[in-house]
């Protein structure tokens, strides 16, 4: 199975940027989709952004699509959500997550039952 290591988490002040990674071991992404979530404390997991196998097709949800960012790097095995104008509202945990999709698809999806495995979290905090 896929193992997924995410990294990046901070505290950032408003308005600011972070940049989150997430690491995947070790079988090539090409195979995957790889979807990046958030939970804040007593909120239901959100699905924020995905990118297919094929490397290039992404999905955004509608409250970060304009500032966040998903990509991926081939020779890295990596993806990254850069995420832009940081607000209180984006505090949580930040996971990334795997959907075995097939080689080189362009299936994105940003419900998180159809991703199997899961990093560990990273927490990012948004705060004066």
């Known amino acids: 199975q896929v193992q997924l290591v995410e990294s990046g988490g901070g505290l950032v002040q408003p308005g600011g940027s972070l940049k989150l990674s997430c690491a995947a071991s070790p079988y090539s992404l090409d195979y995957y989709a790889i979807g990046w979530f958030r939970q804040a404390p007593g909120k239901e997991r959100e699905g924020l952004s995905c990118v297919a196998s094929d490397g290039y097709t992404t999905a955004y949800a509608d409250s970060v699509k304009g500032r966040f960012t998903i990509s991926r790097d081939r020779a890295k095995n990596t993806v990254y959500l850069q995420m832009n104008r940081l607000e209180p509202e984006d505090t949580a945990v930040y996971y990334c997550?795997?959907?075995?999709?097939?080689?080189?698809?362009?299936?994105?999806?940003?419900?998180?039952?159809?991703?199997?495995?899961w990093g560990q979290g990273t927490q990012v905090t948004t705060s004066s």
């Open positions: 997550a795997a959907n075995d999709g097939g080689l080189n698809s362009d299936f994105t999806t940003l419900d998180s039952h159809n991703y199997i495995y």
